[in-house]
């Protein structure tokens, strides 16, 4: 607020007026304004270009993207919640919620077999990519991708982590609460507003990618990959399903080439795999140190 002896008292009431109005803001500097509707596209064009700018500073030269589901820990977390699951059964034995609640506990401890070899798989490419740089910000290959959030995510990150490598979260605004897991690199953890946006930057520098098992997100972006190979956009990218029975009985891939609706060289996209030492191994003998 500016005051002038020589201004009457209704023109320095009407100056205030002025220079508190939301359009005397600089543009950059008005929320309301970058909130609106109208800069959508404003909005959408700084979601692409500040994490690029972070990950070409970081030296970020290719990724590997790992997917998977949110709701698969670690065993003694899954057995933990078992116990509790099984407790409140017991006070109430009549309840079916409590007893589907049981069934899904047990096979969450199954499941988390997979969280191992997430956090196994992230930690031998990370090695590889980054041997001898570490946290460093030299340039890497192979650097982990995930969502940042809990599940496989935290697995793949915490592998990264564990073996001293930097790996990157891109992490969703969403309806309810979410945090990234506290094994993402600090300067290497992003959030978005879009999702599409999220998928361009998980596909701009991958030169290869795994999927756990997981529900609809994961499924989404398998489908995803799948139609960008199956068009030519990522070149030879492979692809691995990780967990061959599961994978095998969810997608009846197979059915798909028999009917016509995909080709049967489109079969060989995708490569099933139950080891993180062989599905890295199959990925590291198909992929360049940068994207195509």
């Not at 359009?23 to 609106?36: F, G, K, Q, W």
């Amino acid at each position: 607020m500016t005051h002038f002896a020589y201004y009457s008292k209704s023109e320095q009431v009407n100056l205030d007026a002025i220079s508190e109005s939301p359009t005397y803001r600089i543009a950059h500097e008005d929320p309301d304004l970058l909130n609106s509707n109208d800069m959508r596209g404003v909005r959408m064009l700084l979601e692409i270009t500040k994490p690029d700018l972070h990950l070409d500073t970081a030296g970020i030269e290719s990724t590997i993207i790992v997917f998977g589901g949110a709701r698969i820990v670690d065993k003694d977390t899954a057995q933990q919640r078992l116990k509790e699951a099984e407790q409140s059964l017991s006070e109430t034995p009549s309840s079916s919620a409590l007893k589907r609640q049981v069934i899904h506990a047990k096979q969450l401890v199954d499941l988390s077999r997979f969280y191992d070899a997430a956090r196994e798989f992230a930690a031998l490419a990370s090695q590889h990519g980054q041997a001898d740089k570490g946290q460093s910000h030299g340039c890497a290959s192979h650097v982990i991708v995930t969502g940042g959030g809990p599940g496989i995510m935290e697995a793949a990150n915490r592998g990264a982590f564990e073996a001293g490598c930097r790996s990157i979260g891109l992490n969703i605004t969403l309806p309810f609460e979410q945090h990234p897991n506290p094994y993402i690199t600090p300067d290497l953890c992003f959030k978005f507003n879009y999702f599409s946006l999220r998928k361009f930057h998980f596909v701009m520098r991958s030169i290869g990618a795994i999927l756990f098992p997981g529900g609809f997100g994961t499924l989404d972006e398998l489908f995803e990959l799948l139609t960008l190979r199956q068009v030519g956009t990522k070149g030879s990218m492979p692809i691995v399903l990780f967990g061959t029975l599961f994978w095998t009985r969810l997608v009846n891939f197979d059915y798909l080439a028999e009917m016509g609706l995909i080709s049967d060289d489109d079969l060989d996209l995708i490569h099933f795999s139950d080891s993180a030492e062989e599905a890295w191994d199959f990925i590291r003998s198909r992929t360049r140190s940068v994207p195509e």
